[in-house]
């Protein structure tokens, strides 16, 4: 079975500062990996996902993340926060079935 | 494109009464639908996947008399929740997909708030 592990509830940068969101997953086969961005009252919006093509995935909004397998790990990372990024993160992954597995998800919020 | 509703975006109602929750993609046909549930300050959980014109399919621990899905249609699934208690107050969510594969897009709608007083 696979899960999720979001390192940090919470993460607090500074407008224009690198954005890092740590994920690491455990997967019995090669997992489809996920990430997620809720806004206040919104529903969950794909920010990009990876399916065993290139590791290195961009997604929307100027975020990327990095799949390696050796360290079980997709961070998510955007090089310069802006005030519009502030919302809740989450990573899945998903297996040869359809079911997505959540982390707990990280709370980002931008200083001024 | 790919936008999925849910109403209502909020419902209270009393304990021992039963709610029912819509979800409906509104620009293409989703061949499969699925139900999270998710509490303050944590992640969502899946509860059930459907698929339109089948029996849907409960997550272990769900409760399939309590939590009543249809989908009948390729735009729309319903949740019921069938004599609710406080406990089952919570944060329902419910998402779509095209083709329902590993790699497939689920697009997810806004969330329904549920108190049950």
């Known amino acids: 079975a696979q899960s999720v592990t979001q390192l940090g509830s919470h993460v607090s940068v500074s407008e224009g500062a690198l954005v890092l969101l ?12 996920f990430w997620y961005v809720q806004y206040p009252n919104q529903g969950l919006q794909l920010l990009l996902k990876y399916t ?18 050796s360290e079980t790990s997709f961070h998510l990372t955007k090089p310069s926060a802006h005030m519009s990024d502030a919302a809740e993160y989450f990573c899945a992954v ?6 997505l597995s959540f982390g ?6 931008v200083r001024a | 494109g790919a936008v999925v509703s849910q ?4 419902v209270i109602c009393k304990s021992g009464t039963s709610v029912k929750i819509e979800c409906r993609s509104l620009d293409f046909q989703a061949t499969t639908m699925f139900w999270y549930r998710q509490f303050p300050k944590q ?23 309590k939590f009543l899905i249809n989908h009948a249609s390729l735009t729309l699934s319903t949740l ?3 004599s609710a208690h406080p406990e089952d107050s919570s944060f329902y969510i419910c998402s779509a997909s095209l083709a329902g594969g590993p790699t497939d897009t689920q697009y997810f709608g806004p969330g329904t708030r549920l108190t049950v007083l």
């Not at chain 1, 707990?104 to 919020?109: F, I, K, M, P, S």
């Open chain 1, 22 to 33: 740590r994920c690491n997953y455990s997967s019995s086969v090669p997992p489809y990996l």
């Open chain 1, 52 to 69: 065993s093509a290139a590791t290195l995935v961009k997604g929307i909004n100027g975020f990327e993340a990095e799949f390696k397998k």
């Open chain 1, 94 to 99: 998903s297996e040869l079935d359809y079911k």
């Open chain 1, 104 to 109: 707990a998800g990280t709370t980002v919020t």
């Open chain 2, 7 to 10: 109403h209502p975006s909020w």
């Open chain 2, 43 to 65: 992640s969502l959980m899946l509860m059930a996947t459907s698929n339109e014109g089948s029996k849907a399919t409960y997550e272990q621990g769900v409760e399939k008399d």
């Open chain 2, 80 to 82: 019921t929740v069938t």
